[in-house]
C-alpha cells in the first residue's frame, strides 16, 4: 500500500437533520444454518438473530446485534441483547435528539459492555441517516471500493475427507481465502492435509482462543504450513501472552476477540500482540470504534479484514459497507447468503462472483431490499419501544 492511500476517507455519519426516534423495535429471528458450524468453543445450527428497527419521521432504519444463544464467543447472549436494548439503550435513546452515529455512540458510553447491543443501534442508526441523504452505506462511511475479496470460513467436521471436500468446493466457488477453525486434537493434521491438496491456496486458521502459552511448541508446528495467520489461539481477553506467542511464531497472529475497542488495537500494536486485526462491528460496539480500528491501522500499514458472525443479509450488507474501506486489503469472511442459510432475508441474495469477491450494495442504506414478508414469517419475537 502506498503511503498517498493513508488519508482517512471522507464521512457523512450525520442525519439530514436531527433526528428524534419514534421507535426502537428488537425482533429476533429463528433462521437453520444450511450446515451446523462447529468451532472450538461449540456447534451452531439453529441461530436467533436479534435485529435492530428504528424509527423517526418517516425514515427507517435496519441493524443486526450479532449475539448468540450462549455467552461462548464473547459475553452477550441474544436475551442480554433484548433486556438492554429494551431496558436501558431504548429509554435512553428515545430521550434525545440524534445528529449522527457518534451520538448514539457518546449517549451510550456511560453504560458499561455490551457493544454487540449498542451496535446493533449504531448500526440502524447509520442505515436511517444514510437514507435520510439519499447515500449507501458505503458512500457514508467513505469506502472506496465498489467489489470486496472475500474469504469462507470452513468449521470443524466429522473427519478430514468431508473437510477435504469442502475446501475443494469453497475454492472452486472462487473464494479467495480459506480458513480453518481449529482447536487440539484437530488441528496440525488438518492443516497438513488441506496445505498438501491445495499447495497454492491463501489458507488460515482460527483457533477461537482454545490453546495456551504452553502450547507453543505445538503452535510453531503450524510455522511448516505457509499460513495467512493464526487467529486469536489464546485467551479472549488476552493482549500480554499473545505477544510472547507471537515473538516466537514466525506465523502472522490476527487478534479477534481480544480487540474491543481502538484502544485494545492501539495496545495490541504496540505491544507487538498480532501483525493484523479482524475487525467486527458487533464486537467493538459499533461504526465509530470500527472506523477508529480501521483509521488507526491504516496509518500504521497494519492490514485489516472484516470479520462474520453467521450474519443474515442485514449485517451482511454492514460488513460490506465497512470492508469497502482503503484499509481493508486481505479477504474477508463474507460469504455469499446460501453458504450460511437456504433462503436470506433478502430479496436479492448477496452472491460471490466467479473471481471471489461481492459487489458492495449500491442503494440507498443497506442498499439491497429486505424481504418483509418472509421476515415476519420468520420473526419469533417482536418488541417496540416507543417515544
Ligand atoms: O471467530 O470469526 C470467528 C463465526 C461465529 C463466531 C465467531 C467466528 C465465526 C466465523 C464465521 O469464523 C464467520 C462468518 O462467516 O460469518
Ligand atoms: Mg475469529
Avoid at 241 to 256: E, G, K, M, N, V
Wanted: net charge negative.
Amino acid at each position: 500500500m502506498s503511503s498517498a492511500d493513508n488519508t482517512a476517507p471522507v464521512r457523512t455519519l450525520t442525519a439530514a437533520a436531527p433526528v428524534r426516534l419514534r421507535a426502537i423495535e428488537v425482533r429476533l429471528l429463528r433462521l437453520t444454518l444450511v450446515r451446523p458450524f462447529e468451532t472450538s468453543f461449540g456447534r451452531t445450527e439453529v441461530r436467533v438473530v436479534p435485529l435492530v428497527r428504528i424509527e423517526a419521521d418517516g425514515l427507517e432504519g435496519w441493524g443486526e446485534a450479532v449475539a448468540f444463544d450462549e455467552p461462548l464467543f464473547s459475553a452477550e447472549t441474544v436475551s442480554t441483547v433484548r433486556h438492554v436494548i429494551g431496558d436501558v439503550f431504548a429509554p435512553a435513546l428515545l430521550a434525545r435528539s440524534l445528529a449522527s452515529v457518534g451520538d448514539v455512540t457518546t449517549t451510550l458510553s456511560r453504560f458499561k459492555g455490551h457493544p454487540m447491543a449498542k451496535s446493533g443501534l449504531e448500526l440502524a442508526f447509520l442505515d436511517l441517516a444514510a437514507r435520510s441523504r439519499g447515500l449507501s452505506l458505503r458512500q457514508a462511511i467513505g469506502g472506496t471500493r465498489a467489489r470486496v475479496p472475500v474469504g469462507v470460513s470452513l468449521g470443524i467436521e466429522r473427519d478430514l475427507p468431508t473437510l477435504l471436500e469442502l475446501v475443494r468446493s469453497h475454492v472452486a466457488q472462487g473464494y479467495q481465502r480459506i480458513k480453518l477453525k481449529i482447536k487440539p486434537g484437530w488441528d496440525l493434521e488438518v492443516v497438513r492435509a488441506a496445505r498438501a491438496a491445495f499447495p497454492d491456496i491463501l489458507l488460515s486458521v482460527d483457533a477461537n482462543a482454545a490453546y495456551t502459552l504452553d502450547d507453543t511448541m505445538h503452535l510453531q508446528a503450524l510455522d511448516a504450513f505457509s499460513l495467512l495467520m493464526i487467529e486469536q489461539p489464546l485467551a479472549h481477553d488476552d493482549l500480554l501472552d499473545h505477544q510472547a506467542l507471537q515473538r516466537s511464531l514466525r506465523t502472522a497472529i490476527c487478534l479477534d476477540e481480544s480487540i474491543t475497542h481502538t484502544r485494545a488495537a492501539a495496545h495490541a500494536l504496540a505491544l507487538g500482540s498480532a501483525r493484523l486485526i479482524n475487525i467486527k462491528i458487533g464486537r467493538v460496539g459499533g461504526y465509530t470504534e470500527a472506523l477508529g480500528i480501521h483509521d488507526l491501522c491504516l496509518a500504521r500499514d497494519v492490514p485489516v479484514w472484516c470479520g462474520g458472525m453467521l450474519e443474515c443479509g442485514i449485517g451482511r450488507a454492514h460488513n460490506l459497507a465497512l470492508a469497502s474501506l482503503p484499509g481493508f486489503s486481505l479477504p474477508g469472511d463474507i460469504s455469499a447468503s446460501t453458504r450460511y442459510y437456504a433462503r436470506d432475508v433478502l430479496t436479492h441474495p448477496i452472491e460471490v462472483a466467479a473471481d471471489g469477491t461481492v459487489e458492495v450494495p449500491t442503494g440507498v442504506g443497506l442498499g439491497i431490499e429486505i424481504d418483509r414478508d418472509y421476515l415476519d414469517e420468520i420473526t419469533i419475537e417482536s418488541r417496540t419501544y416507543r417515544a
